[in-house]
Each structure stands twice: as structure tokens, then as C-alpha cells.
């Protein structure tokens, strides 16, 4: 049954591609009764996952919920290629995430969408993704996990692309394709690897999976190149694939240049689900990241996945507040965002980054539906300085986007972003090999509350300085934003210190509440710490931005105090111009290098061929014509002439031939004579 | 003169009387004549050979001679059947006349 999840929404896409452009009812009919019947299916198989797992409990035993469907898919000789599906808590509650969120954002997207003339290719599209998304999450095999991953790149490719008679879309759908192309070279690499090596690619196969103790402990005997073992090496090339999925510095340059795809795939795609997939995979194969650790508890595989994260946590933000679009500040967020859990991961194991993923996948689709109310309401602008006052124009827009705002700033006790943001920062302060993720991290949350407050200030309060004057949304859209802000606020208090069911879920333990899980050394002093700190970049960010309804034209008040530091923020620290001058350059120098080749040298070569064989059929020609025919007309003409001449002889008078035999006989018969006397 | 060299002078005389006959006359039925004169000549000298030869108590050679006139007989049947047919079809037994075989 388990299978059904990914195959509906899949199965609904096919049908919707064979529909006609007009049936627009029918088409928004199958995707959303697909991924609802997904949803279902999901929410049963949670519900599995929960009874099991209290059963296990109550036995005391010590294993985790897992439960795994496996096939043979090719054989070839003697080495089999396995496909299956598992279930167990991590995929439970990442199906249940990716079909609840993907049906809000289906049902906005009716209402997003309605004035679009694609509006059959658009769900189609949708389904194909949300399906694909479906089956990487389930899937307990890299390749099938490899296969689903394709395809949800190449549905992202086909949504940011979606408006292709915008060059600037069409630009970034390539972009994007390009860029997680790099990434998932590397992934691919790392596959073959772990096939040569362990002779499957099963995740979970009852003790001889691919990251099982038996072919992990295979895995850390082989030694790889720089004093790695194979385990870590291949744990770094998967993590590459993740990283470019997933946004992380140097392959996020394709994230921001997404936002060109209608706003809901925004949502759905490059901020809750999709870019979710490269730290789900992380989370996925963590059994491998994690072998060998050593005493602290590390690997070289985390720790460079901690530090790129950590790194990419930064970076990402500090971009985010220079900029004035508002899906593309909300973009820098994610790559942000993502940047966290990726550390999580890398310092705190499963649990950590993917409570942040799932709090993030929530709030994050709230804030992105509701930019996308925002733009719908000003008549598609997406610039924020020339928005403004827009809390009184659109109440609910700003009641829901503002409960986004905060949890995404991690604003104490009520939003799920602090305890999940604060997880984070627990693991990266108690961290082993050093103590800069952490502070890297706390000036990440510093900037996330600095650039959310400018971005609602900017929108939300002033005055109005756009053109045309704004309206709120239709229903349909705003019913998913009550949803989604009602699951911002609540989803945090599974994960708070004092009731971890997330993590006892995770790790397939009882959850217990108790109070003394604040008292912990340090915790309190952590929360108190990331409170000032998120307060006062709100309060920053306010005393800059709040009230002020500033000409868009003007220069930003940051720019005024640091016009250069600005330049490179506004400007995206000029990763894109450096690529372009470096990667971009080479392969257009290759790329004319090749075509000089091509023309002259190889050309040269073949039209030399050429010539030489043009050359060799005139000769060919010449000797037919003179030698050949020539022979044979000539021998037929000395045929018919000689033919004439024999032909005189043959007079027709009897008498003649008696003379001539006649006269032949005495000649004879005078040889005779003359032979015998001598 | 041997009664031999006598035989064998006669027929001589007698082909080349049949071989002028048969160059030198223009009528078919003459030059068949002229051919049964040679074949005759033939037969004289197969028969003057075996009269005078080795053997002459075997009967070899006038079988043979007459083998021969048997087969000139049937040559002069089917040689006077062709005259009469051209004869029939071109009005003519003149041989220099009948040279559509010509190449």
C-alpha cells in the first residue's frame, strides 16, 4: 500500500498531461483529490508507525519502527539491483509533512493561479512533483531514491520555467537545472561507489542494507584517498548532491534566481519540500555520515557538512538584507534556513535538523503564500519599497505573515521556529571541535530577525507608495495561510525541552514531560541569549525601517551608513559575477576553442577527405568512360566490322564452297605429296 | 601396271569427271549427278583396295561398298527432295540463283 503515496499524484499527472488545456475543473479535480488520497494514506501509515511504536515500547524493546518492502529490479548476472520502500518514523512524518503542506499549497495555488491560460499544465507539473517528492521520501533504495530525486529536479526545472516567455524565467529554470546538475554528479559518483563497494544499494534489507553495521563496517575498512575511508568519501560525495539540492554555498546561486516560477511553486517547491529533499537525504543515509565516529562523536563527513551549513547560514542571511524583492529575501532566508539544518544535522544527528526542517517547511510555506497574497493583492509587484501600509489593506494577509514572520525570527515560547532554531544552537554550543558554528549561528539568528522586521516594515506599515491601490485575497487562498499559521505556531511544542516527542519519536523511545528539561546546564542561559538576540534585531531592524515609508527611490538607510559593505550585500557578495568570470568564462572559452577545432581543424580534415575522395571518383570517372567503355565500344565495333568482312565469304552459292574445298583438298593432298618425298 | 594402279586410274578419271560436273554446271540436278559420279569413284577404289589388298577372302570391303551406295542412295533421295521443293518455291533449279543464305 505503501506505494500508493508517490503513485497517485503520479498517476494524476499523467492523466492531467492528457487533458485538454481548457479542463481546467477536471485537472485541479485529480491533483487535489490525489494528494489528498495521498494524504490519507500518509496520515494511516503515521498512524501505523505511532501504534507500533507504542508497542515496541511497552515490550521494552530496543529496536526502532521499520518496516521495509524490497524487489529485485534488474539482475544482471550474478549482482542484483534492488528497488523497495520503508517505513519508519522519519519517513512517516516526512510523508505526512510533504502531502499536508503540498495540498495547502494545491488549494492556494486555485486561487493563485485562476488567470492563467497553463492552468492543466500547471497542476500537472505539480502532481509530477509533489508524487516524485513522495518517493524519495519513501524510498529504501538510493537509486529509486536517485530516480525520484531526477524527476523532482526536473520538475523544478519545468515550474521556475514555467512563464518561459520570461527570458529571465527561462534563464534561471536552466540555471537551476545546471547548477544541482553538479551536485548530483557527485551524488551519482557516490552511488556507483557504494554499489562497488557494498554490492547494494538497499538502505535497510534486514541486516545487509547498505548502511547496516555490516556493510558499514566493510565500508570503514576501505581506505579512500587523504585519509578518508570509504564510508566518509562517499558520505562527502552524497553530501554534494544534498548540497546542491539543498542550496548550500558555493551551489545556492540557483535558489534565489528560482523565485522567477509562479509564487505557490516557490512555496512548494524552493522553500518547504524540494530543497528539503537534500537534508532529508542527509538525514537518510546519517548511518553512513555518522560511521566511525570517534569519541567526540564527529566524523570528518559531519563536520564538513556542519561547517558548510554553519557557513551557508551566515552568508545567506547577510545577503538577505540588502535586498528589496520580496520572494528573494524570503529565498536568501531559505538558503539560510537550510544552512541550519544542515549544521544540525552535522553536530546533532537526525532529530535536531529535521524538526527544523518540518517547523521550517510550515512557516516557510506560510510566509511564501503569503508573499504571493502580497503580490497577487498589488497587481504583481514584488518590490517592497514600493509597497507599504499594507496591514490595514490586507489584515489577514498581515495577521498570518507576521505569525510566519516570527517564527522564522524565533521568537520565544509561542513560535515553533525558537524551539527548533534553539535545538540547533543547543547541539552547536556543546559541539566537540570548536566553537564558531555556534557563534555563526547566533549572528545568523541576529540577521534572520534584522531582515524579517525590515522586510514587514517595508511591506506592512508606512504608508502606501505603490501604484494602484491593493485588495485583500480570495478565500481560497487565505484559508491555506490560517491553516499553515495555526501549524507555525503549535508544531513547535513537540520538540521543547521539557516534552521531546519529536526526537523520542525519531529515535523510537517513550516521551515523558517534565519540567526538568529546561533545567539542563546552560539551557536557560541559551534561551535567554537567543531571546536578546532575536529582540534586538527586531529592535534594530525597527528603529531603522519601522514607520518610516522612506521614497523607493532613496537609498536604504543601511546604505547610507555603509555604502560599500552594502554594494557587496545588495550585489550577493558577487558569487554569481565570480562564477560568471571564472566557470561561466572557461567553458565559453572551451566552448569557442571547440568550435575553432571543429571548424578548422576537424573541418579541415573531413573537407580534405573530401577532396581526396571527389578527387579519386574523377579519376574513377575518367577511366570509365575512356578505358572501360571506351574497350568495350571499340571491341564491339571491331566485332561488327570484322563480322562484315567474314560475312563477304559466306556468298550463299553452293558452287563456291565446292571450289574452295576442291582447291583445299589438292593443296592438301600436294603437302601430303611433298612431306612424304622429303 | 598392276590390274590396281589400272582400277584406281579409272576411278580417278571417273571423280574428276563428277567433280567438273559438279563445279561447272549451273542445274542442280546436274551437280547431284556429279556428286553421285564422285561418290561412285569412292567405291570403285574401297573396292579395287579390298580386291587387291592383304585379305581379299573376307567380305570387309564390299560390304563396305555396298554400306555406301546405301547411304548414297538415301543422300540422293533427300538431295533431289530439296531441288524439288526449291523448284516448287522459286520456279528454278538454277544454283547460282539460290544464294539467300548469303551473310
Known sequence: MLWLIPAMPII?????SLLKQQRRILSVALAIGSLSFSLLLSLIAFAHVMIERSFLINIDSNQSVREVVNFTWIQFGTSNVDLGWVLDPLSAIMLVMVSFVGLLIFIYSVGYMKHDENYARFFCFMSLFAGAMLGVVIANSLLLLFMCWEIVGLTSYLLIGFWYQKPAAAAAAKKAFLTTRIGDIFFLLGIVWLFAQTGTLLFYNHGAGSIESTSLSVLLTQPAALGLTAAGAIGLLIFAGAAGKSGQFPLHVWLPDAMEGPT?????I?????????VYLIARVYPLMAAGALAGGTTTALTVVTWVGAFTAVFAALIAVAQNDIKRILAYSTVSQLGYMMAGLGMGGVAVGIFHLITHAFF???LFLGAGSVIHGCNEEQNVRRMGGLKSDMPLTFLTYAIGMLALCGFPLLFSGFWSKDGILEVAQHWSVAKAPFYMLVFGAL?????MTRQVAYVFFGHWRGGKSAHESPTVMLVPLGILAFFAITLGFIGTPAWPWFRAFLDGKAAGFAWSGFMEPGLLALMATSTVVVFLGIGLAWKLYGDRSPKPTAPDELEKAAPLAWSWLRDKFYVDELYGMTVIA??????????WLDRRVWGGVVAGVALLFSLGARVNRFLDTNVVDGGFDKGCEELTVGGGLLSRVQTGRVQTYLRILALAVVALAAILIWSSRA | MTPLAGYLLVAALLFSIGLAGALTRRNAILVLIGIELMLNA??????AFWRYGPHPEALTGMMFAIFSIAVAAAEAAVGLGLVIQIHRHAKTTDLDAMNRMKG
Request: glycine letters at 6%.
Open chain 1, 12 to 16: 494524476a499527472s499523467g492523466i492531467i
Open chain 1, 264 to 268: 505557490p511553486v516557490s512555496a512548494l
Open chain 1, 270 to 278: 524552493h522553500a518547504a519540500t524540494m530543497v528539503a529533499a537534500g
Open chain 1, 364 to 366: 516557510k510555506a506560510l
Open chain 1, 447 to 451: 540577521l534572520t530577525a534584522f531582515y
Open chain 1, 586 to 595: 572557461f567553458y565559453g572559452w572551451w566552448a569557442r576553442v571547440s568550435n
Open chain 2, 42 to 47: 569412292a567405291n570403285l577404289n574401297l573396292i
